[in-house]
């Protein structure tokens, strides 16, 4: 499966615990996205990153909530002492390299409970 | 105000309808315009997309741009049963990231 992998599909949290997420982009893609879709609504940017770097996180929230995209390995979401409003769906996207757009491809995401 | 405006539905058809998909949008800098599909419990999966204004079309899916009245539509003809998901318009300046409509859930009744 060539597509974006992340995982956990499922992870359940309690209250103050962390939270990591994992993402892998598609082969040959070195853009990373990460995205929040909360019940009936659609999917709200949080971060950008290539290798090594972040380039736009002006959908992070300030605290609690980082994301790295190391030379070797996934991208991660790391949520820092959970809250109930944490549970939501995480998906990540990935993109070629530039500097031609391509459409972002999608991932299933992790769907987080947070008890 | 959002950035983007979807037509909220949810839509029901009957097997065979034409459908019609509606988004707009205030941001200028908007080129590309993207319509994904989604399935239950799933991600989006890309269907189409297009630059600036214009049609595209693409078997049964025909996407249409109207940058004037930052307007676009999806129209998907002789729909199918499985064509019941919930479809999400998207739209990007040309790099980063992607601004999302909240989706509209269509059924189309076989």
């Known amino acids: 499966n060539a597509g974006v992998m992340q995982n956990p599909r499922h992870l359940v949290r309690r209250r103050g615990q962390e939270a990591r997420l994992r993402c892998s982009p598609m082969k040959g893609h070195s853009h990373v996205y990460w995205y929040r879709q909360l019940p009936e609504e659609g999917l709200k940017f949080m971060v950008y990153l290539q290798k090594e770097n972040i380039i736009d996180e002006s959908g992070m929230p300030k605290e609690r909530f980082s994301a790295e995209f190391p030379k070797e390995g996934p991208s991660i979401l790391r949520i820092q002492q959970v809250v109930r409003g944490d549970s939501a769906a995480y998906f990540c996207a990935s993109s070629p390299r530039e500097p031609a757009f391509e459409p972002q491809h999608f991932g299933d995401g992790t769907r987080l409970s947070i008890l | 105000q959002k950035e983007v405006e979807q037509d909220p539905g949810p839509l029901s058809v009957p097997e065979g309808a034409i459908v019609s998909l509606n988004c707009t949008y205030s941001?200028?800098?908007?080129?590309?315009f993207m319509w994904y599909r989604q399935y239950s419990r799933k991600g989006p999966e890309l269907l189409m997309y297009t630059y600036s204004s214009g049609n595209k079309e693409d078997g049964r899916f025909t996407a249409q741009v109207d940058k004037s009245s930052k307007y676009i539509s999806l129209f998907i003809r002789d729909s199918q049963p499985s064509d019941s998901a919930t479809y999400l318009c998207a739209m990007n300046g040309g790099a980063g990231k992607s601004t999302f409509g909240d989706g509209t859930t269509l059924t189309v009744k076989p």
């Open positions: 941001n200028s800098a908007f080129q590309y």
